[in-house]
């Protein structure tokens, strides 16, 4: 079974730091580029960041660039994202998804939840 | 930046079709595809370029993208299709989400 299992989320301070973990399993890991989406409380979902599958490309959405870093282990089927200076607005439930090429998300995990407060 | 625009809301009645449209500049020069998100479900991919279904998404489900327009179309529309519906398109190296449309089954 294809599947992915988002893990890591949880309650930080504004200015803090959170690393997400996507574990994948039922699929060749190595060859598929990988997502990862956002769905802040009450809202519609958010694109976050992409990494090809040999980590050759990566690309950010603007409000993430700088702060946020996408990075994978095609070894251990694993999708990371470090969160650094987080900001309220950045609480949301993370998920990440597979991606056919750049066009579209075929499979997401079970999304993590990150709360940024005081 | 790119945009895409949704009605916020479709009401529906059981067996009737719903239409929800998703507009973006020349969005039909683009691959544009659609998520269903059930409460508290992660989102699942119902139409990718353009018109093509996913293995065991009902045939209900069914899309086109021309010019400045992509429909996602729900004929005999039941129960279980009332969710949030998201259109989705890749732009200048960025996913670009619409902001969703609810669809209320009456």
């Known amino acids: 079974e294809v599947q992915l299992v988002d893990s890591g989320g949880g309650l930080v301070k504004p200015g803090g730091s959170l690393t997400l973990s996507c574990a994948a399993s039922g699929f060749n890991f190595s060859s598929d580029t990988m997502n990862w989406v956002r769905q802040a409380p009450g809202k519609g979902l958010e694109w976050v960041s992409s990494i090809s599958s040999s980590s050759r490309y990566i690309y950010y959405a603007d409000s993430m660039r700088g702060r946020f870093t996408i990075s994978r282990d095609n070894a251990k089927k694993s999708l990371f994202l470090q969160m650094n200076s987080l900001r309220v607005e950045d609480t949301a439930v993370y998920y990440c998804a597979r991606g056919w090429d750049f066009y579209y998300m075929d499979v997401w995990g079970n999304g993590t939840t990150v709360t940024v407060s005081s | 930046s790119y945009e895409l625009t949704q009605p916020p809301s479709v009401s529906v009645s059981p067996g009737q079709t719903a239409t929800i449209t998703c507009s973006g500049h020349?969005?039909?020069?683009?691959?544009a595809c659609w998520y269903q998100q059930r409460p508290g479900q992660s989102p699942v991919l119902v139409i990718y370029q353009d018109s093509q279904r996913p293995s065991g998404i009902p045939e209900r489900f069914s899309g086109s993208n021309s010019g400045n327009t992509a429909t996602l179309t729900i004929s005999g529309t039941q129960a279980m299709d009332a969710a949030d519906y998201y259109c989705q398109a890749w732009v200048s190296s960025s996913y670009v989400f619409g902001p969703g449309t609810k669809v209320t089954v009456l």
């Open positions: 020349r969005l039909g020069d683009k691959s």
